[in-house]
């Protein structure tokens, strides 16, 4: 039996498609991080305003399917206001996610992306934001991609 | 003119479900699937005449270097070149245009020429180009491509063919757009203006008759598997002069005609470039391939193909509002590629395949072009000689049930 579309494109992953959050430029930003699948095209740039050891703002842009730009939109809701250690930790969940497909204990918006596990190609996709966010959070000056990081 | 329901049986890997329903393979564009014949020249290869070709003096190596030269004689005539050995098997079309970019272009491109290309080319016909550029110091420019009707502005191109142009690399079908060039007419004018010309055939080579010396082209580059062939086996033609003039561009054993421990001489053509162990069984396998496509006959596929390129193009247009669908209204390649407005083209292709129909979406190795249309990606159905128009109305219901979905 192949897996149902509907786990994939799950009402959270299509709202955020549809009205992405924190999108666009972030004008205050002092760290910025660029990600790109070469894969498939997709782009995604991730603007942070880091003050201390906390993410006080972010934002991203960028192009690519309704999974890779519903994660990036929810990744923003989810690392605002979290310090860098607690931004790694959440990403450390999501990847246990869309890997495994595991849902959290707590109630989370990230279990929308549970389904994905079931698409492996399509991993890549729902980890392109993370992965230039955690880039902009070291203030890595090299552009993030798919293809040098583990999923 | 063929049965064309006939056909489909020809082809095994197609008789399978996908997703719970029967398959319908519209990525061809990016790989065929394999008639029956192929499959069968490729194992009794193996299972009777396998040994290593050339200076063999035992009855398997024998048998192996007729089947090998044999196929090389085989594709000469199905493209219509003046001698086998104007054929050089490689990996493919990639690594044909390579091959003429390296040696080619590394032995007389000089700082100040120019190599011209087109907008419309595969990433395999300019990477290799911006690669011996950097290499000798020579520049590229472009053919311009105008707009979404996908066609060259060729008004410009006697205007571009300044006398620094040394060579004139062109695709003959777009794999993006399905647009078919005139290849012969380019040739000429190039070939007027005194410049090299390199026909990247991919796209055409299994759908159309490709005759080199009806085009009038120096090389000419295409891949098996793109025209019911195996993977892993491609030629370059080349005119003979141009083949014999050029230094090889990998050494070892095969092409050398005399080693010594500071110097070496090499073979004539086609040898000269098949340094190490050809691909012969994959050439043989290309050769059945060769021979049943002609029992099709080419102009009969053209017209297959073409003709349900143009359906899908109307029933799409038609029945998908808002659809931009990429390339020439009228005569086209085989294949159709759109871009359905706010659904993503890898979203596209995701749900195709959950009705058991194969796309290809993103970029398709044309980033440049997709950037000047303003595109992050495109959908793309590609047909085969196996395809139906009832697949198309598979096609048009699958896109219809995505837009809903994600469009309510």
């Not at chain 1, 002092?30 to 991730?46: E, M």
């Not at chain 1, 880091?50 to 923003?76: H, N």
């Not at chain 2, 890997?13 to 029967?22: E, F, R």
Request: contains cysteine.
């Amino acid at each position: 039996m192949s897996p149902d579309l509907s786990d994939l494109y799950q009402q959270v992953i299509l709202d955020h498609n549809r009205r992405p959050r924190n999108r666009g430029r972030l004008p205050t930003a002092n760290r910025v991080a660029h990600g790109d699948n070469p894969t498939c095209g997709d782009q995604c740039s991730v603007y942070l305003r880091v003050e201390g050891d906390r993410i006080a703002d972010l934002s991203f842009d960028g192009s690519g399917c309704a999974i890779s730009q519903a994660s990036a939109s929810l990744m923003t809701t989810q690392l605002k206001g979290k310090t860098a250690a607690e931004a790694q930790e959440i990403y450390r969940q999501f990847h246990d996610i869309v890997t495994t497909g595991h849902e959290p204990e707590e109630i989370s918006d990230l279990a929308a992306f549970a389904g994905v596990h079931a698409f492996p190609a399509r991993i890549k996709c729902a980890t392109l934001g993370w992965h230039a966010a955690l880039s902009a959070l070291k203030n890595d000056p090299l552009p993030a991609t798919t293809e040098n990081t583990l999923d | 003119m063929p049965d064309w329901k006939n056909v489909r049986a020809d082809f095994p890997a197609l008789h399978q479900q996908v997703n719970g329903h029967p398959l319908v393979y519209l990525d061809n564009a990016a790989t065929t699937q394999k008639p029956q014949a192929v499959i069968d020249a490729l194992s009794h290869f193996y299972e009777r005449d396998n040994a290593n070709v050339h200076r063999g003096l035992h009855a398997l190596s024998m048998r192996a270097t007729d089947g090998y030269e044999g196929a090389r004689a085989r594709v000469a005539k199905f493209i219509n070149a003046a001698a086998p050995e104007e054929i050089v098997f490689t990996r493919g079309t990639t690594e044909s245009i390579n091959l003429v970019a390296a040696s080619w272009g590394g032995a007389h491109l000089r700082p100040g020429d120019t190599i011209l290309l087109t907008e419309m080319e595969h990433h395999s016909n300019l990477v290799p180009w911006q690669l011996v550029a950097q290499r000798t110091g020579a520049k590229l420019r472009y053919v311009p491509v105008n707009g979404d009707e996908g066609l060259l502005d060729l008004s410009q191109l006697d205007r571009l063919l300044t006398p620094d142009v040394k060579v004139f690399a062109f695709t003959h079908i777009s794999n993006t757009l399905g647009t078919i060039n005139p290849v012969a007419d380019l040739c000429a004018r190039a070939k007027k203006a005194g410049v090299v010309t390199v026909v990247d055939a991919a796209q055409s080579i299994g759908h159309m008759p490709v005759d080199v010396r009806a085009i009038d082209c120096d090389f000419l580059a295409f891949s098996g598997h793109k025209m019911a062939g195996v993977t892993g086996i491609g030629a370059l033609y080349g005119r003979r002069a141009l083949l014999d003039a050029m230094p090889p561009w990998q050494g070892g054993g095969g092409m050398i005609s005399n080693v010594e421990f500071f110097a070496s001489r090499w073979k004539p053509s086609p040898e000269r470039f098949e340094a190490g162990t050809p691909n012969f069984a994959d050439a043989v396998a290309l050769g059945a391939a060769c021979d049943y496509l002609d029992g099709l006959g080419r102009a009969a596929i053209q017209d297959h193909d073409s003709g349900l390129a143009r359906l899908a193009y109307e029933r799409l247009g038609a029945a998908l509002p808002g659809i931009r669908l990429l390339g020439p209204r009228g005569e086209r390649g085989g294949l159709v590629s759109f871009a359905l407005p706010g659904v993503h083209a890898h979203d596209v292709v995701t749900f195709a395949d959950q009705d058991g129909i194969a796309l290809r979406g993103g970029h398709h190795c044309n980033q440049p072009l997709m950037k000047k249309l303003g595109l992050t990606g495109t959908a793309r159905a590609s047909f085969y000689v196996y395809n139906t128009e009832d697949e198309i109305d598979l096609l048009v219901a699958s896109l219809q049930r995505t837009v809903k979905f994600f469009h309510g």
